[in-house]
């Protein structure tokens, strides 16, 4: 097949927490598929990864890709590459395309173009209900035979109750993850920024905290009452940690994530009216983002997404409450994750595989097999201590350059992404 | 000009006490026509201003009107978001074209929050907050302050309290700046919903009980309520705000004999304050309007002179 690799990786670490392995092993990749013995052809190119190590590719829980028929998001082939770069090999797109993933066609319709145009593996979440508008279900036995791969009505959720706990009963026969994006609607329409003294000062309608903490509160109660697993997603505030946190001891079968921007800004980000900052769930506030780390190293918090909603630049240089939430997260979320963690976790390459590589995997029923001997090579080459700043400059070009970590500096980063035996991205030279 | 160093005056968080009392001993100089000022309308002759009024507004533009024609300069109105000049463009867009018509100043008032500082991130020339959404409202406070000093001398250690819907208001940040910058001892007072605690961490003193909140004040500084917005949500009716939050003649026997009543306008009477008392010798409210003209005339005068 065209573009399979063959190459000798020699000297890198292997990490990968779902076999336990930690160790440095040389790797041969073989018409693309990985070799843990040198086999011919032995004249193949031979890498040297000394320092580096080579991790399982991360799964994202939260895409937002708006846009099949027109031109007010990010072309995919875009959106994708920047994907390739921040280290992912599958994408879970929310339901809020357009046209919405409510019905058999429509998600036919958004994975034919997304199988054509994609250069990483996309997966569609449809909706719950129909439109994500919260009064009827939608036909989730037929989107499943359709193609989706879990049902969520992000970035909204189903204000009534009835249709919300009736939407989970129904979604549990096929088996499909249901992702709850936690919010009170009516507690959260309108609002611009996370409600606070900052948000005071600004003027800015505040969302408060407990529009997230409700709608954890309930998911919670519904997981229990009906025994059917549910996903939170997003998770912005200290509270929800926090109930998550005493749901997980009493085995109710939640889990939940948070994105890796809200692991290293906060609300001090809009302090300018940078509507590059204007997140999807809002930044909080410097106890929210302490909490989501200890969530995270914990284990409250099982997965880290990067929440990813790119916008054209013209539809963010307006004035603040005018511009649509969301920001941009896939190129960063690894460097970002690393930058909040290496201080505060014991083995953090391996925590944060877990967070991006492993319970991602596991929430959406995927294949465990990771790194195994004659699979195609599906993995990461990330460099430690590799200092780089993401800017104009660095990020892939495209129409967007909505991202809260413009002119940011880290120091890691994914040299190089293997996908289904193929070379996605490389920045390793030789 | 001397120590000023502001190319915008986007909202009084971002001045300090000097900045404010120049601009107050400024606008002091123009009332009392002192003759290194005179004629006012030769200071910023052949200038041209633009007032870009993308909300309803009367007694601000029209004071920032007389102000520009007061300092000779040339003022255009650019008003409503449906206007031709703006109709469907983004503040962007709109920026340039009146950069382009050769405005040296450029007066915002704008439903977003933020959107000045916006604006003069986009053009050249400076920008003058005339209100922005709930944000500030800079020329309005600094026309309260200078109304204050004005009656009641120096602001440090005068207790003044700011009355009514504080969660909406820009005319309260405003104020909250500069007064607390100024050393005044600040209460702010309203309903609950209205009022949110966390502000307390600002310096100021925070009361749901309308007797306490102005039995010692040396002034009252009410709010106009936009019953249009909050009503239902926020409080359950006027009559019932007017029973709790209301100035009414009753309340007159508890205010110091030397206090005063001020209000940004326009007035909803009988809900926020009864006609005697909005009427009477404790009430400011025309003076605030009059004072306005020299205040705007000093800012005009600070950011154009400055930066030509």
């Known amino acids: 097949m065209k573009g399979l690799v063959n190459c000798d990786l020699i000297g890198a670490r292997i990490v990968n927490p779902a076999s336990n392995t930690d160790k440095c092993i040389d790797l041969f990749i073989r018409d693309g598929r990985i070799s843990y013995s040198s086999k011919k052809p032995e004249k193949c190119e031979k890498i040297d990864l000394t320092g580096k190590i080579i991790t399982p590719s991360f799964v994202d829980l939260r895409l937002h890709q708006k846009d099949f028929a027109g031109n007010r998001s990010e072309k995919l082939s875009i959106t994708t590459e920047r994907a390739a770069r921040g280290g992912f090999s599958v994408l879970l797109m929310m339901p809020n395309t357009n046209p919405v993933a409510d019905s058999p066609a429509a998600v036919r319709l958004i994975l034919e173009r997304a199988q054509k145009d994609a250069k990483v593996e996309v997966l569609l979440a449809g909706t719950l209900t129909q439109n994500a508008e919260g009064k009827a ?55 611009m920024a996370h409600e ?235 | 000009m001397k120590g000023w160093h502001h190319n915008s005056l986007l909202g009084l968080e971002y001045l300090s006490a000097e900045d404010i009392n120049q601009i107050l001993d400024l606008a002091k100089s123009f009332k009392e026509g002192v003759a290194d000022l005179s004629p006012a309308d030769n200071l910023l002759r052949g200038k041209r201003i633009i007032n870009l009024f993308m909300e309803p507004s009367t007694r601000t533009r029209i004071a920032f009107e007389i102000a520009t024609k007061s300092l000779g300069a040339d003022v255009i109105s650019i008003m409503g978001e449906a206007s031709s000049l703006t109709k469907g463009e983004t503040l ?57 000093r004005e009656r009641l001398g120096p602001i440090e250690g005068k207790r003044i309290t700011i009355l009514g819907d504080i969660l909406f208001s820009r005319v309260a940040r405003s104020n909250l700046w500069g007064l607390t910058k100024l050393g005044a001892n600040v209460t702010l007072a309203g309903p609950s919903t209205l009022l949110p605690n966390e502000v307390a961490s600002l310096g100021v003193k925070v009361s749901h009980n309308l007797q306490d909140a102005i039995e010692s004040a040396d002034a009252i500084m009410l709010l106009r309520i936009q019953h249009e917005r909050q009503q239902a949500s926020h409080f359950p009716s006027l009559t019932e705000y007017s029973k709790m939050f209301g100035l009414s003649k009753s309340l007159n026997k508890l205010l110091k004999k030397e206090a005063i009543i001020l209000h940004p306008g326009p007035i909803n009477r009988g809900v926020e304050i009864d006609c005697e008392l909005a009427d009477s010798s404790k009430s400011v409210i025309l003076q605030q309007v009059a004072n306005g003209i020299f205040v705007r005339m000093a800012i005009l005068y600070l950011l154009i002179a400055r930066n030509s």
């Open chain 2, 92 to 148: 962007h867009d709109t920026a340039m074209n009146v950069q382009a018509l050769g405005a040296h100043a450029i007066i915002l008032r704008h439903s977003s929050p933020g959107s000045p500082l916006l604006l003069s991130q986009m053009v050249q020339v400076p920008i003058i907050n005339a209100g922005d959404g709930s944000h500030e409202h800079p020329s309005q406070a600094l026309l309260d302050i200078f109304t204050l």
């Open chain 1, 137 to 191: 279900l939608s036909p989730m036995g037929s989107l499943m035979e359709a193609g989706v791969s879990a049902v969520s009505d992000c970035p909204r959720s189903p204000s009534n109750n009835k249709i919300f706990i009736n939407a989970v009963k129904y979604a549990k026969m096929f088996n499909l993850p249901i992702i709850e994006y936690p919010r009170t609607s009516d507690l959260s329409d309108g609002s």
């Open chain 1, 196 to 430: 606070s003294l900052l948000s005071f000062k600004l003027g800015l309608q505040g969302e408060p905290r407990i529009s997230e903490e409700l709608a954890v509160h309930r998911a919670i109660a519904v997981s229990k009452s009906l025994d059917v697993s549910i996903h939170l997603s997003s998770i912005s505030t200290y509270s929800s940690v926090n109930l998550i946190r005493e749901a997980k001891k009493q085995n109710v079968s939640i889990t939940a994530d948070t994105t890796a921007n809200h692991l290293i800004l906060t609300e001090e980000s809009i302090q300018s009216y940078d509507a590059n900052a204007k997140t999807e769930p809002y930044l909080c506030e410097e106890s929210d983002r302490q909490s989501l780390i200890d969530g995270v190293l914990d284990g409250t918090l099982d997965a880290i997404t990067s929440g990813h909603d790119s916008w054209p630049n013209h539809l963010k240089k307006v004035e603040f409450d005018k511009a649509p939430p969301g920001t941009m997260g896939l190129e960063t979320a690894f460097s970002a994750t690393y930058k909040a963690l290496s201080r505060k976790a014991k083995d953090p390459i391996a925590l944060i595989l877990e967070k991006l590589a492993i319970n991602p995997r596991k929430i959406l029923g995927q294949n465990m097999d990771l790194l195994v001997e004659n699979e195609l090579a599906n993995f990461n080459i990330v460099d430690l201590g590799n200092n780089w700043e993401y800017s104009k400059k660095t990020m892939h070009n495209g129409d967007s350059e909505n991202s809260p970590l413009l002119n940011t500096s880290f120091n890691a980063r994914i040299v190089a992404n293997f996908y289904k035996g193929k070379i996605v991205y490389s920045s390793i030279t030789h």
